[in-house]
C-alpha cells in the first residue's frame, strides 16, 4: 500500500488531496480546502466570538 499527498495553491489557503493505494486500486481519497488568514484578520474573526490577543510575556510563566 502507498499513502500519497498532493498539495496545491488556492485563493486565501490551499488544498490538500490524501490518497492510500494499493496498485492501481485506490482504496482512499480524501480532498481538505485549508483557509488561511493574515495575523490582523484572524483577531478580528477571533475577537467576534470574545477571544482577545494576550502577547506573551516572559514575567507571567506558567510553572
Given at each position: 500500500?502507498?499513502?500519497?499527498?498532493?498539495i496545491?495553491?488556492?485563493d486565501h489557503g490551499f488544498i490538500k488531496h490524501y490518497y492510500l493505494a494499493d496498485g492501481d486500486t485506490t482504496l482512499?481519497?480524501?480532498t481538505?480546502?485549508?483557509r488561511t488568514y493574515?495575523?490582523?484578520e484572524a483577531l478580528?474573526?477571533?475577537g467576534g466570538f470574545?477571544?482577545?490577543y494576550q502577547p506573551?510575556?516572559?514575567t507571567s510563566r506558567s510553572f
Open positions: 500500500m502507498m499513502y500519497s499527498q498532493k496545491e495553491p488556492a482512499m481519497a480524501q481538505i480546502h485549508y493574515a495575523f490582523a478580528d474573526l477571533l470574545g477571544f482577545s506573551y510575556s516572559a
